[in-house]
């Protein structure tokens, strides 16, 4: 089949909505906003493809400035998708693009029309890909194989489109969109293919890794506290306990509630989910952003601590204890205090295992109960 300006628009039809398609399922099945946009994107693409054909009827008006209109209406969901991904809010001088295409309308027929309408529609597609492709900039993080090749694509295909807005003004281009004659023409459907096929497969790449992303970080975290959990401390645990020397001792801090029970007997267990959920904000604030901190299950947490000392190990403990008794007691009243208990190992040989160290952080931790509650009990095993 000879590869004329009809068999190529019919093949970016049939790309482009099973790349809508494609993506529509995605997004249904995960609610992603960026998907619904890049679907939407697509789906224009297959509408405007099909419109372009037409024009080969004599319905120019339908086949060229409505067609042409709906490719740019495509980049520009392009656009709102990637700025969702990367939330970012997009200004509304952007409205000025449709502004611009209906001003199309009045262009008198005439040998300059096709150049006038190529030139405008270029720019305005250059425009909103060359925006989306700025926007996938690492701007200091590190972005997915998927949003890194989504990103080189959009700046090509960008590109590209300034390269054929330019053709419009060299003097004596053949540029007919009437009848698809002119080498850019035929240019630009062979590279409106290949970049509708790598542009989809981009977004999925882009979406698949950042899905796959969140399912660990959920996988690895408390669903109440969002601390880490049990599983994600073991693994975590290991780089900090390998830094441990005489020079920079580490410290484990077992942290229990004190009277727990009583809270989820007298005020229910939303009551008592509210107070962990409270308890597990204030030791993000109150230690240092280096601890590591997880809750092994129940009212129980344990933080991991770098560069320890006896002092800062009972300062940031009764800051902690302090803070929550006066959270708690303002909070619940109940016949006994609910307070906390608090186990420390200070340490600066690495343990035999982060097991080893937890079995010696309860040991404290029940000293500590056994003394009366409320109070911080420390096992300096520093030499």
């Known amino acids: 089949m000879p590869l004329d300006p009809s068999t190529m ?15 529509a399922i995605e997004w249904r099945s995960i609610r992603e906003p960026s998907l619904l946009f890049w679907s939407a994107g697509f789906a224009t693409i297959t509408v405007g ?32 998708g990637v700025a969702r991904f990367t939330q970012t809010r ?57 949003a890194v090749q989504l990103r080189y694509v959009l700046l090509a295909h960008g590109v590209f489109y300034v390269a054929k807005a330019l053709t419009a003004v060299i003097p004596g281009t053949l540029i007919d969109l009437a009848a698809l004659r002119g080498a850019i023409i035929q240019i630009s459907l062979v590279e409106g293919v290949m970049a509708i096929m ?40 290991p780089r900090l306990l390998e830094d441990v020397s005489l020079t920079r001792p580490g410290a484990l801090l077992l942290i229990d509630i004190d009277n727990f029970k009583l809270v989820n007997d007298l005020y229910g267990h939303t009551a008592g989910d509210r107070l962990l959920v409270a308890l597990s904000e204030m030791i993000r604030s109150v230690l240092p952003d280096d601890a590591l901190v997880a809750r ?16 800062r190990v009972i300062s ?17 009243a109940t016949p006994e205090p609910v307070t906390l208990s608090i ?41």
Request: charged letters at 15%; zero cysteines.
């Open 9 to 23: 628009l019919t093949l970016s039809v049939a790309l482009a909505a099973a790349a809508a398609l494609y993506l």
């Open 49 to 80: 493809s099909t419109l372009a054909l037409l024009r080969s009827s004599g319905f120019l008006f339908i086949g060229i400035w409505f067609a042409n209109g709906l490719l740019v209406i495509a980049h520009f969901l392009f656009l709102l």
């Open 90 to 146: 997009l200004s509304r001088g952007w409205a000025l693009m449709f502004i611009a295409w209906l001003a199309m309308l009045l262009v008198p027929d005439g040998p300059t029309w096709s150049k006038v309408m190529l030139l405008v529609n270029s720019l305005l597609v250059a425009l909103s890909t060359l925006r989306a492709s700025f926007l996938l900039r690492p701007h200091g993080k590190s972005l997915s194989v998927g």
């Open 198 to 237: 790598l542009i989809a497969l981009s977004m999925t790449g882009t979406e698949r890794y950042r899905r796959e992303k969140q399912i660990a970080h959920l996988a690895a975290r408390d669903p109440l506290t969002a601390l880490f959990n049990r599983r994600a401390l073991e693994m975590q645990a």
């Open 296 to 311: 092994l299950g129940g009212d129980e947490f344990v933080a991991l601590l770098s560069n320890a000392s006896n002092e």
């Open 316 to 332: 940031l403990g009764n800051a902690l204890r302090e803070q929550f008794q006066q959270t708690a007691s303002q909070t619940f």
């Open 343 to 383: 186990g420390a190992d200070l340490f600066d040989q690495p343990p035999a295992s982060l097991a080893a160290l937890i079995e010696q952080g309860d040991a404290a931790l029940y000293a500590s109960k056994r003394g009366g509650r409320n109070s911080i009990r420390l096992v300096d095993r520093t030499l």
